[in-house]
């Protein structure tokens, strides 16, 4: 079993609709989790970043987690087609290595 | 500023050949990690170098080696290549190892093994 699992989607939604990528993990130490994006042949860029639990909203991108179900969540509003990419949560505990989930491809039609 | 460099783009090996690929870290960043990513097993750790030491190793063979320079650029270097190498390889840089700065990744170099 991974590490960490993501849901390798497509996910294909229409412009305006609520998105949400999901990412579930088994190490409990980690405490440090992130959402990338990733467009077609470029490397991923960082879009949220979270200590532990909580959330946190940065424009129309709003980052959660829960530390007790071992669950993260990256929820997008007003989606546009810009958005369609590759999303990949990922984690680490202290100064260890970043661990990356599969990615979600999603795509936003007009 | 200058994002994170990686060279060549893309590059055709013959297995049983060696490959050296080269990332040039954002100015200021001294840590810089390497990562290979392929459709079935996403991105998958292989080094990370901080202060031209490697703090961090993934499960990968002794094939797969890197170091880094003390102007904190740095090369990984696969020798014996096989089909299975076939792959991205992506470099990220951060200013130190403190996880809340996060990483800036390049956009990759794109590998194929023939």
């Known amino acids: 079993q991974k590490e960490v699992e993501q849901d390798p989607g497509p996910l294909s939604v229409p412009e305006g609709a609520i998105v949400s990528l999901n990412c579930t993990y088994s190490n409990s130490a980690f405490q440090y989790f992130m959402w990338y994006r990733q467009y077609s042949r470029k490397g991923p860029e960082l879009l949220m970043y979270?200590?532990?639990?909580g959330n946190k909203e940065d424009g129309r991108f709003t980052a959660q987690v829960d530390k007790s179900s071992k669950y993260i969540s990256l929820f997008i509003r007003d989606s546009q087609p810009s958005d369609s990419a590759t999303y990949l949560c990922?984690?680490?505990?202290?100064?260890?290595?970043?661990?990356f989930g599969t990615g979600t491809r999603l795509q936003v039609f007009p | 500023k200058a994002g994170v460099t990686q060279t060549p783009r893309y590059l055709i090996k013959t297995r049983g050949q060696q490959v050296t690929l080269s990332c040039s870290p954002i100015?200021?960043?001294?840590?810089v990690s390497w990562y290979q990513q392929t459709p079935g097993q996403g991105l998958q750790f292989l080094f990370e170098?901080?202060?031209?030491?490697?703090?961090n190793k993934g499960n990968f063979p002794g094939r797969f080696s890197g170091r880094q320079f003390s102007n904190s650029r740095s090369e990984m270097n696969v020798s014996t290549l096989e089909l299975g190498d076939s792959a991205l390889y992506l470099c990220a840089s951060s200013f130190t190892r403190d996880t809340s700065y996060g990483y800036t990744f390049g956009s990759g170099t794109r590998l194929t093994v023939v």
């Open positions: 979270t200590y532990s639990s």
């Open positions: 100015s200021g960043h001294r840590s």
């Open positions: 990922a984690m680490r505990r202290d100064t260890d290595k970043l661990i």
């Open positions: 170098y901080f202060s031209e030491t490697q703090r």
